[in-house]
């Protein structure tokens, strides 16, 4: 009989327990409002960090530039906005744009051919090292699939300047049409 009891009883203390942790949860954010705490949390979170600083860059699915069959990302980041284009040496290239996000590069690329859009994602790979641990911006980022390329040949220039021009002409139709 006790047992059976302890049974009845048992999932209404648990939810009591439960209510005392969301109590004590809402009763700290009412204190942190209080003193003006938790909105320079929130803006602190809320704000977007560029994960690599303003530069242009060429990552590459290989090491060495310029791999036939190789895909490769030439790309300018200015505060974590991202325009650049996706190619393969001696095709087409599709310009892009987009902007880093928490553990992604969130983009959307321009078909070359038909300028139909389409969404596209890169997981961000983010390394550390004890001297880096807790402080973001000394972290180094990686994207996905891809390795990083130091030097960038005239040809990865001239790709990314058409694309430049080309986002810049786009938004100046744009702006013209409102």
């Not at 992604?104 to 790979?125: G, K």
Request: charge should be positive; hydrophobic fraction near 35%.
């Amino acid at each position: 009989m006790r047992n059976l009891l302890v049974n009845a009883i048992s999932p209404w203390f648990s939810q009591l327990n439960r209510s005392r942790h969301v109590l004590a949860g809402l009763s700290l954010t009412v204190g942190l409002l209080g003193t003006g705490l938790l909105p320079a949390i929130a803006r602190a979170e809320a704000a977007p960090k560029p994960v690599l600083p303003d530069g242009v860059y060429l990552y590459g699915q290989s090491a060495q530039p310029d791999q036939v069959g190789q895909g490769y990302f030439v790309f300018e980041s200015r505060r974590g906005n991202v325009v650049g284009a996706l190619y393969m040496p001696r095709s087409s290239f599709d310009c892009t744009s987009g902007k880093f996000q928490n553990d992604q590069l969130a983009l959307t690329v321009v078909n070359s051919y038909d300028r139909t859009t389409n969404p596209f994602e890169i997981a961000l790979e983010k390394t550390s090292n004890v001297a880096t641990e807790g402080n973001p911006a000394l972290q180094k980022i990686g994207l996905e699939g891809f390795q990083r390329i130091n030097k960038l040949s005239e040809n990865d220039h001239r790709i990314l300047n058409v694309c430049k021009a080309d986002f810049q002409k786009q938004g100046n139709q744009k702006q013209a049409t409102r």
